[in-house]
């Protein structure tokens, strides 16, 4: 019979494997087992949702055999099993570890990141030069049998086999030099790597193990005594405890146990920043174990990634990803919810109004809020190693539902100080304010440097108060949705009141203005309706023009509506823009002379102001060339 290949992707992995020094062969039988009892779980899944499959929970288990002479490991369940079709597509390629950085481990041949992840199915060949796999699926009266023998690929053909499930037979390697593989086939080693990885599979784990005791043999010894003597025998033995890792003592579990267990389940391969782990009972009893992430999955921000926790009604997956028991703004949050309270067969509909999930829900929310808190407060490296990650979604959380979580998440946000260099809280930047200041100023660009050097900045500068700068889309929306903290109003720098000068101050300015009212009308007239207004700028001190607005729409909320995909440029709502001119600064009194002697110079110089301001500013200019011969008109 013909020999099937790997796809190439799982060729090169095998390879890899086979031919490298790899310091965790071990993880083979994790990796077995945890498909046998995922398989399992399948068929009491299948048993729970179509009532005309019977089975009886007490009978489903797993079972690991050595055979020393044939130089087997044998795992076996009597779960789903796999059909033809199951086996060509499932052992044929690596398709369900797939994450992107696993692919990029294959690629570089950095057998670290192979290391951490553990690799499903093919961990099989680690220790084997020949991997057996007799299967049935439920339900079904041919059983078939796939063989392999590394990278050269694979074969399928019908066998016997008495009941539905899965035989996984390892053929294990013979010892070299550098590696012992005959290790493996002692019984106390595989005991061992059983109670070390797989302890809380929740379907028992059988093996044939030798007892010993001092027995009495019938007869007496000389002094009178029953003569005993040390037998042994072979019994089946469950080795695993069953009790999930959430469901144990936290005293019992470490964190690196947490952390272990976390990067297995989810496939990640960097520890979490944080565990949490909830034992509520009252009301609605349910054990959590909650992993927030460093790394963002790669699809984390794309409509591919879906959020939710694993539920579980007392030990038995319910749902894989449980969207309602997860509050959306953490929906970064990895993890473990396990009810008793929540009925096994309930409807994915009838979730979303159950009350208990509700109260979960609630509850959650409040727990990791804490913890972040706790991480921001304790861990600072942490907490900006996971804001790095998921900041942007806590801004987008606090501008969901109107600001409907505004008040849950404004503490956790963080900008970029101008005065420190470095992010900062709101409450640190208030805590931070001198006597007197009583806003906070942000200044928004696309990036931080070009919002540290806009010339609105001058005077909030020169007072001596800080700024947080901003440099993401959802960044304005969040300070607009938020509009104060502690009292303290939001003010963008480019706005047109900063609420810098006194009383006194202003009647100053306002004269002032009064007084220079001929020529800023000269210039909103060459401008026309491009702005909204031509103002004397209170702000700039050693800077020209810039320009700021008027409203509630500020520039780089234009910029962003501009830049949504498919808007019609003519229905995006606009900033009303103000040109801001600095009286102090040499060209305003060359403008002044101007106008005087030669208006039609005046209007070009009016309108090359106007352009400077809105590249200051980041914005483009409609007719590039016009402007561009304007400027050298004027020379
Ligand atoms: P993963 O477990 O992450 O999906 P694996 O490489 O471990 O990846 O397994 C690949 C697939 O092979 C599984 O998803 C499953 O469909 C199938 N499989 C492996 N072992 C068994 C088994 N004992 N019973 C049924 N299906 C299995
Ligand atoms: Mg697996």
Same mark, same amino acid.
């Given at each position: 019979m013909a020999k099937k290949q790997f796809k190439t992707e799982s060729k090169q992995l095998l390879n890899l494997m086979i031919n490298s020094i790899y310091t965790? @062969?071990? =993880?083979f039988l994790r990796e077995i087992i945890s498909n046998a009892s995922d398989a399992i779980d399948k068929l009491l899944y299948k048993s729970i949702t179509e009532p005309d499959v019977p089975v009886s929970r007490e009978d489903l288990k797993i079972s690991v055999s050595i055979d020393k002479d044939a130089r087997t490991i044998t795992v076996s369940d009597n779960g789903i099993g796999m059909s033809k079709e199951d086996l060509d597509t499932n052992l044929g390629v690596i398709a369900h570890s797939g994450s992107s950085e696993f692919k990029k481990g294959i690629e570089s041949n950095d057998v670290d990141i192979i290391g951490q992840f553990g690799v499903g199915f093919y961990s099989a060949f680690l220790v084997s030069d020949k991997v057996t796999v007799r299967t049935k699926a439920y339900g079904s009266d041919q059983a078939y049998q796939w063989t392999s023998e590394g990278s050269d690929g694979y074969s399928i053909k019908e066998c016997e086999k008495d009941s539905w499930g899965t035989d996984v037979i390892m053929h294990i390697r013979e010892d070299n030099e550098e590696e012992d593989y005959s290790e493996y086939l002692s019984s106390y080693m595989i005991e061992d790597l059983i109670k070390k990885y797989s302890d809380y599979v929740r379907w028992p784990i059988h093996m044939m193990l030798e007892k010993g005791a001092m027995e009495e043999t019938g007869e007496k010894d000389e002094n009178g005594e029953p003569k005993k003597e040390w037998r042994t025998h072979v019994e089946d033995t469950v080795v695993n405890s069953m009790v999930p890792i959430w469901q144990r003592p936290k005293k019992d579990v470490s964190d690196d146990d947490c952390k272990a267990f976390y990067k297995e389940k989810f496939h990640d391969f960097e520890d979490p920043v944080s565990v949490i782990r909830v034992n509520a009972e009252g009301a609605v009893s349910y054990k959590a174990m909650l992993f927030v992430p460093k790394v963002a999955p790669?699809?984390?921000?794309? @409509?591919d990634f879906e959020p939710g926790l694993q539920l579980y009604s007392s030990g038995v997956l319910i749902m894989d990803k449980c969207k309602d028991v997860l509050p959306d703004c953490f929906r970064f949050v990895r993890g473990i919810v396990d009810s008793?309270? =929540? +009925?096994?067969? =309930? +409807?994915r509909e009838m979730l979303q109004h159950d009350r208990q999930l509700q109260m979960i829900k609630s509850n959650l929310e409040k727990k990791i809020k804490a913890e972040l808190s706790r991480l921001l407060k304790d861990d600072r490296e942490s907490y900006e190693a996971f804001y790095k990650s998921f900041g942007p979604q806590l801004k987008y959380g606090v501008v969901d539902g109107f600001g409907a979580n505004a008040e849950l998440l404004k503490d956790l946000i963080m900008l970029h100080s101008y005065d420190m260099d470095k992010l900062v809280t709101f409450k640190e930047y208030v805590e931070a304010m001198p006597n007197g200041q009583d806003r906070i100023y942000y200044a928004s660009a696309d990036s931080i440097a070009r919002a540290k050097q806009l010339p609105q900045n001058e005077q909030i500068r020169e007072k001596g108060y800080d700024i947080l700068l901003m440099s993401e889309e959802v960044d304005d929306f969040m300070i607009r949705t938020l509009r104060s903290y502690e009292e303290k109003q939001f003010c963008d720098v480019t706005g047109s009141d900063l609420g810098l000068e006194t009383e006194e101050e202003k009647k100053e300015s306002d004269a002032k203005e009064e007084s220079e009212k001929e020529t800023l009308d000269f210039i909103k007239d060459a401008l026309g309706d491009k702005v909204e207004k031509v103002r004397l700028s209170r702000k700039l001190k050693s800077h020209a023009v810039c320009l700021t607005t008027d409203g509630e729409i500020s520039l780089e909320m234009e910029k962003y509506f501009a830049s949504v995909p498919g808007t019609d440029m003519g229905d995006i709502p606009k900033a009303k823009r103000v040109l801001e001119i600095n009286a102090d600064h040499p060209i305003y009194q060359v403008l002044k002379d101007t106008i005087a002697n030669d208006k039609e110079k005046a209007k070009t110089m009016a309108e090359v102001m106007y352009g400077q301001a809105l590249l200051i500013a980041g914005m483009p200019i409609d007719d590039v060339l016009d402007y561009s011969d304007k400027v050298f008109g004027l020379f």
């Open positions: 965790h @062969r071990e =993880i790669y699809n984390f921000y794309s @409509r008793p309270d =929540i +009925s096994l067969n =309930i +409807s």
